[in-house]
């Protein structure tokens, strides 16, 4: 009964060529409750797993200002790092997941799932040194001896999530691309409570301090993808799960290049902020600065999770619409999707801004901390609300299966003009992690919307139905 609703939901009202001059509002009334079954899960989901995160380091921040700026560069820069390649290296899934769905090539995403934890296995380990190097690492970058060692010791008891997610990040768009993300979303909120509870266990009750923090994540992961791993094996996907085959091996090539190219693609994007949190600690008075980054990173952080809930859901309304050979209805998912989405990134910049002095309390009690992420609120505020437009077109990227081109975008845009502006801004015009931020964001994250909103407008739709029809023909 279930695979029935879910074809029936994927399949839907197609947007036929004859419909172009329909009823607007109608076609819009049926697309966003399409991407809606999709997406609302998918922002219980995001949220509930990045809350994890905040938690954790809630608990680090009321410990002092040291734990708090360790355990942020332990999370945001040693995991976020590993993290960003793993994740984006997933979302290959997502393209090939959802077109194959969308084909009614269901048996192929099975295949697909096993290919991916191959390729993302075999990436994670040679991505340990980074952990075990991780103190050595960020005294490089300028981190301060006391913060760069007890972020190192953080990074170590780290290296149990990091091993997790090769299962996690591929389970997760393999039941998405499904429209199976309602199992998802409840895994992940019942995972989180009982986040909250070893947390305040292992760090009040055991006194485990900054450690205890580091454990109680790395369980609280690890039983988040065991119970997807039970739901996806044990009988939940008929459709799309036959067992383990041999056939998984094969192709590997072509796997692993649309996966590190949509690796690339993700990751430059994490990591630039990663670098940002990097570059504030080689700033006077670096403790506060770095936790007064870290906290409005987090919040933003925290707002991204619905834009990559739009992310998620345009990859799969875009995907499935191509492998099904609806050009046109793929265009006017996309469409639809970016519309809600900035639409809810303008209402929260208005509440960063209303309650800008107060953002801070929820990680620190630190005075210091409190007025100095007050300063940079206003940056806060801008960048969730330019937040909202980049990851829907990321979105369409992945669905169209994009990726190394957009991994080219981000490169120049990131790397060649965003980082060396915000050198430029933050020590030879002396305006600190102001400025850094804010030409990070001016001068990075704001072309590269521009080029990605110009070649989704130019893309040619019709060609991307008909390569993504191609892929699944006998």
């Given at each position: 009964?279930?695979?029935?609703?879910?074809?029936?939901?994927?399949?839907?009202?197609?947007?036929?060529?004859?419909?172009?001059?329909?009823?607007?509002?109608?076609?819009?009334?049926?697309?966003?409750?399409?991407?809606?079954?999709?997406?609302?899960?998918?922002?219980?989901?995001?949220?509930?797993?990045?809350?994890?995160?905040?938690?954790?380091?809630?608990?680090?921040?009321?410990?002092?200002?040291?734990?708090?700026?360790?355990?942020?560069?332990?999370?945001?820069?040693?995991?976020?790092?590993?993290?960003?390649?793993?994740?984006?290296?997933?979302?290959?899934?997502?393209?090939?997941?959802?077109?194959?769905?969308?084909?009614?090539?269901?048996?192929?995403?099975?295949?697909?799932?096993?290919?991916?934890?191959?390729?993302?296995?075999?990436?994670?380990?040679?991505?340990?040194?980074?952990?075990?190097?991780?103190?050595?690492?960020?005294?490089?970058?300028?981190?301060?001896?006391?913060?760069?060692?007890?972020?190192?010791?953080?990074?170590?008891?780290?290296?149990?999530?990091?091993?997790?997610?090769?299962?996690?990040?591929?389970?997760?768009?393999?039941?998405?691309?499904?429209?199976?993300?309602?199992?998802?979303?409840?895994?992940?909120?019942?995972?989180?409570?009982?986040?909250?509870?070893?947390?305040?266990?292992?760090?009040?009750?055991?006194?485990?301090?900054?450690?205890?923090?580091?454990?109680?994540?790395?369980?609280?992961?690890?039983?988040?993808?065991?119970?997807?791993?039970?739901?996806?094996?044990?009988?939940?996907?008929?459709?799309?799960?036959?067992?383990?085959?041999?056939?998984?091996?094969?192709?590997?090539?072509?796997?692993?290049?649309?996966?590190?190219?949509?690796?690339?693609?993700?990751?430059?994007?994490?990591?630039?902020?990663?670098?940002?949190?990097?570059?504030?600690?080689?700033?006077?008075?670096?403790?506060?600065?770095?936790?007064?980054?870290?906290?409005?990173?987090?919040?933003?952080?925290?707002?991204?999770?619905?834009?990559?809930?739009?992310?998620?859901?345009?990859?799969?309304?875009?995907?499935?619409?191509?492998?099904?050979?609806?050009?046109?209805?793929?265009?006017?998912?996309?469409?639809?999707?970016?519309?809600?989405?900035?639409?809810?990134?303008?209402?929260?910049?208005?509440?960063?801004?209303?309650?800008?002095?107060?953002?801070?309390?929820?990680?620190?009690?630190?005075?210091?901390?409190?007025?100095?992420v007050d300063q940079i609120s206003y940056l806060l505020a801008f960048t969730?609300?330019?937040?909202?437009?980049?990851?829907?077109?990321?979105?369409?990227?992945?669905?169209?299966?994009?990726?190394?081109?957009?991994?080219?975008?981000?490169?120049?845009?990131?790397?060649?003009?965003?980082?060396?502006?915000?050198?430029?801004?933050?020590?030879?015009?002396?305006?600190?992690?102001?400025?850094?931020?804010?030409?990070?964001?001016?001068?990075?994250?704001?072309?590269?919307?521009?080029?990605?909103?110009?070649?989704?407008?130019?893309?040619?739709?019709?060609?991307?139905?008909?390569?993504?029809?191609?892929?699944?023909?006998?």
């Amino acid at each position: 009964m279930e695979e029935t609703l879910t074809i029936n939901l994927l399949q839907g009202k197609k947007i036929n060529e004859d419909e172009e001059d329909g009823d607007l509002k109608a076609r819009i009334l049926v697309e966003t409750k399409k991407l809606w079954q999709l997406l609302g899960p998918a922002i219980i989901y995001r949220i509930s797993n990045y809350s994890m995160s905040v938690v954790t380091d809630s608990f680090a921040g009321h410990l002092g200002e040291v734990e708090l700026a360790s355990m942020s560069i332990a999370e945001a820069v040693i995991v976020a790092f590993n993290f960003g390649l793993l994740l984006g290296m997933a979302t290959a899934l997502e393209t090939l997941c959802g077109q194959a769905y969308g084909a009614k090539r269901y048996n192929m995403l099975g295949i697909y799932l096993q290919r991916s934890w191959i390729v993302l296995g075999l990436a994670s380990i040679l991505l340990l040194p980074l952990y075990i190097y991780a103190t050595p690492i960020l005294v490089l970058f300028g981190q301060t001896k006391e913060v760069a060692e007890l972020a190192g010791k953080l990074s170590i008891w780290f290296i149990p999530i990091h091993l997790a997610f090769p299962f996690s990040c591929s389970l997760q768009r393999f039941l998405m691309s499904q429209c199976k993300i309602k199992i998802v979303a409840l895994i992940s909120t019942t995972t989180l409570g009982f986040h909250v509870l070893i947390t305040w266990l292992f760090v009040y009750k055991l006194e485990l301090g900054v450690v205890g923090a580091a454990v109680a994540l790395d369980i609280s992961w690890w039983i988040s993808c065991f119970a997807m791993l039970i739901y996806a094996l044990g009988g939940w996907c008929p459709l799309t799960w036959d067992g383990f085959s041999m056939e998984a091996f094969s192709e590997l090539k072509e796997f692993l290049q649309l996966s590190s190219a949509a690796g690339v693609m993700l990751c430059l994007e994490f990591w630039y902020y990663r670098v940002l949190i990097l570059m504030t600690g080689n700033l006077k008075n670096a403790t506060i600065a770095v936790g007064a980054l870290s906290v409005c990173l987090s919040i933003n952080g925290w707002e991204l999770m619905i834009p990559f809930a739009f992310l998620a859901a345009t990859g799969v309304r875009v995907s499935n619409e191509l492998g099904a050979g609806n050009a046109k209805a793929a265009k006017f998912a996309a469409k639809v999707s970016l519309a809600q989405s900035v639409l809810i990134g303008i209402l929260f910049c208005i509440l960063v801004m209303i309650f800008h002095n107060k953002l801070a309390l929820i990680f620190s009690s630190s005075i210091e901390i409190i007025k100095a992420v007050d300063q940079i609120s206003y940056l806060l505020a801008f960048t969730i609300l330019l937040n909202s437009v980049k990851p829907v077109l990321s979105g369409v990227a992945i669905g169209s299966g994009w990726q190394s081109l957009v991994a080219y975008v981000n490169l120049g845009s990131y790397y060649v003009i965003g980082i060396p502006l915000g050198i430029f801004m933050g020590w030879v015009l002396n305006f600190g992690v102001e400025g850094i931020w804010c030409a990070m964001i001016f001068g990075g994250t704001a072309v590269q919307t521009g080029i990605l909103a110009t070649i989704t407008i130019r893309r040619d739709w019709k060609k991307q139905a008909g390569q993504a029809l191609s892929r699944y023909e006998q």
